[in-house]
């Protein structure tokens, strides 16, 4: 049962939730064989306790004198896993107030117990009314609410009451209209990173319309509708600008998963023109991390997704902020998701000390690197070629080289990453054998290098190759 889908869940579940779980389990189970498996599990859900999780050990210890029944042992196992299903769907129902009462209402409206219904209705639009979030769960949940009042009028068959239509209709209209608006950032984001197509339709009328609706009054609407526009008109920066502005001023109006996703918008703006050349919005990508930042820090359990812990190091070192690097990443390695602390850490802190000129601490740092994701990949591959650079190493530098090319030619999908290290492994085998190039080559080199807008690490190259030049002179 070690790599069992019942095994898999518990061991997932921090610890207060599978601590209420098992009181879950005991109250709803107590009698059945379900009850004595959970809590054979539970003792042993450490991986030095695998040996003690294969199917026959656990049956001979719920059942010493029984032979071993494989069907038995899996009737338990699913009826154990559909009580922990029950389970999360009750966690999920308790801890969200506005399904809890939405759940009631659609009970109260099919039995047609029109008190129960009324109070439950005055009281959800109350709740709904109250709370600053004007997200899309908000309108979604209000189309909800206003659905089952209109099922709920229809349903007395009284033409004379109108079944609040008007309500409805506005709340699938701004529903949709934020979705949408969603759904197509989001395809044109992966569309510049993996290069596929999609068909997103109706989109040049629901902007025609969106300009009609009056966006102030649906700021989230409004957010939204800029941050598309940095994507479809990408050198209008007005529209970065306007999309920040608003998400500083509505923020209190989003969940914070949500929240979250318009940060990821603006960043995405930001990392495109920095991409591209574009210095001043390394200053602009460091600030809405650090909004990031505040959020983690006020969340409770305070997990920090490998993707921004790396990134926000990025910046640092590009305003070079080299002790608060080094702080940030003592104090924030913690917080990355376990299996991803330790690669993260030892490539971080390869970074740092290639910034501190320490290269033989760099390659051994690499060394205990494992990639688990191929853009940290991307990176390491070049940190290393930029450290064999450094020491002059030849041999490691030029087998790097062809073994990074093929590597990056492979990957059809990376988009305009393709590109950027494509480039680098280029300029950067050219620079180290600067000594066959002529000065004109050189000088023809470095215009190449300055102009070539796919290319990371191009500070790095220019400063190497006015080095290069100097020593010249």
Not at 206 to 212: A, M
Not at 218 to 228: E, H, R, T
Not at 250 to 255: G, L, M, V
Not at 425 to 435: D, N, Q, V
């Amino acid at each position: 049962m070690e790599n069992s889908k019942i095994v898999s869940l518990l061991r997932s579940m921090p610890e207060a939730e599978i601590k209420a779980l098992r009181r879950w389990v005991k109250i709803h189970g107590a009698k059945k064989d379900a009850y004595r498996l959970f809590e054979y599990i539970f003792k042993n859900l450490l991986p030095e306790n695998q040996e003690q999780l294969s199917k026959q050990v656990v049956f001979k210890s719920l059942y010493r004198n029984k032979t071993y029944n494989d069907l038995k042992l899996r009737y338990m196992n699913f009826e154990l896993l559909r009580m922990c299903e029950d389970f999360i769907v009750f966690e999920s129902i308790s801890q969200n107030p506005n399904q809890y009462q939405l759940s009631l209402l659609q009970y109260f409206r099919k039995r047609s117990l029109s008190k129960f219904f009324d109070q439950t209705y005055s009281s959800l639009k109350d709740v709904l009314n109250a709370q600053p979030l004007r997200d899309s769960d908000y309108f979604f949940t209000s189309m909800i609410v206003n659905s089952e009042y209109n099922k709920f009028l229809k349903s007395k068959q009284n033409r004379a009451i109108e079944p609040n239509i008007q309500r409805l209709s506005d709340d699938l209209d701004i529903f949709y209209l934020l979705n949408k608006l969603k759904v197509y950032s989001e395809a044109l984001n992966y569309k510049n990173i993996l290069q596929v197509d999609y068909n997103i339709r109706f989109v040049d009328e629901l902007l025609k319309e969106i300009q009609q609706i009056g966006m102030d009054d649906y700021p989230a609407v409004k957010i939204y509708y800029y941050a598309l526009l940095t994507l479809l008109e990408n050198e209008n920066e007005d529209h970065f600008h306007e999309l920040k502005k608003n998400i500083l001023q509505y923020k209190k109006i989003f969940s914070i998963e949500e929240l979250q996703g318009t940060y990821t918008l603006a960043r995405n703006y930001c990392i495109k023109k920095i991409n591209l050349g574009n210095k001043e919005f390394v200053r602009e990508l460091f600030e809405l991390y650090q909004w990031e930042l505040e959020l983690i820090n006020e969340s409770e359990d305070k997990e920090l997704p490998p993707a921004i812990y790396k990134n926000i190091i990025t910046l640092a070192f590009m305003l070079n902020e080299l002790e608060w690097t080094f702080h940030f990443i003592e104090k924030y390695t913690p917080y990355l998701p376990e299996e991803h602390r330790e690669s993260h850490y030892n490539f971080n802190m390869a970074t740092y000390h290639f910034k501190k000129k320490e290269y033989d601490r760099v390659i051994k740092l690499l060394s205990h690197v494992e990639y688990n994701d191929f853009f940290m990949q991307l990176s390491a591959k070049s940190l290393l070629m930029k450290t064999y650079f450094e020491l002059k190493e030849y041999l490691p530098f030029d087998s790097l080289v062809h073994s990074f090319k093929i590597l990056v030619q492979s990957k059809k999908v990376l988009g305009y990453h393709r590109d950027n290290y494509i480039n680098f492994i280029k300029y950067c085998r050219k620079l180290l054998f600067y000594e066959k190039l002529s000065s004109s080559e050189l000088s023809k080199l470095g215009q190449e290098i300055s102009e070539t807008k796919e290319l990371v690490e191009k500070d790095w190259l220019q400063e190497k190759l006015h080095g290069r030049s100097s020593s010249r002179s």
